[in-house]
C-alpha cells in the first residue's frame, strides 16, 4: 500500500505563497490520480485540486482556481500543490491522497485513499 508524507505547510501571511509536496513510498502511486484536500476546524474536508496519473489533466475547486497549481514528477515519486495568493479562508490542515483512478478526477473525498498525515496550513490577515 502506498504511503504518503505530505510537507511544506507553515505560517503566511495573506497574499503569500506556500508550495506543498507529498512524497511517496510503496506501489501504486504513479498508477493513479493523485488529489490534495484540506480540512479547516470545525468543518468537514473538502476537496482542493488533483491530477492524473501522468499529471496531463488537472482539477480544482472553484476556490482555488486560478490561484493553486497541482503537479507532479512520477520520477520522484511526489505531487505538488503551489498556491498563490494565499487568504485566510486558506487556513487548514491540507492532506494528500490517491484517486481510484488513473484519468478520472473525483472531487469527492471519499473517492480517496492512502491519505497522508496532513500539513498544517495558516494564513494570517
Known amino acids: 500500500q502506498v504511503q504518503l508524507v505530505e510537507s511544506g505547510g507553515g505560517l503566511v501571511q495573506a497574499g503569500g505563497s506556500l508550495r506543498l509536496s507529498c512524497a511517496a513510498s510503496?506501489?501504486?502511486?504513479?498508477?493513479?490520480?493523485v488529489g490534495w484536500l484540506r480540512q479547516a476546524p470545525g468543518k468537514e474536508r473538502e476537496f482542493v485540486a488533483a491530477t492524473s496519473w501522468t499529471g496531463a489533466s488537472s482539477s480544482y475547486a472553484d476556490s482555488a482556481k486560478g490561484r493553486f497549481t497541482v503537479s507532479r514528477d512520477n520520477a520522484k515519486n511526489t505531487a505538488y500543490l503551489q498556491m498563490n495568493s494565499l487568504k485566510p479562508d486558506d487556513t487548514a490542515v491540507y492532506y494528500c491522497?490517491?484517486?481510484?483512478?488513473?484519468?478520472?478526477?473525483?472531487?469527492?473525498?471519499?473517492?480517496?485513499?492512502?491519505w497522508g498525515q496532513g500539513t498544517q496550513v495558516t494564513v494570517s490577515s
Open positions: 510503496g506501489p501504486s502511486f504513479n498508477n493513479y490520480a
Open positions: 491522497a490517491v484517486g481510484t483512478s488513473r484519468v478520472v478526477i473525483s472531487k469527492e473525498p471519499a473517492d480517496y485513499r492512502s
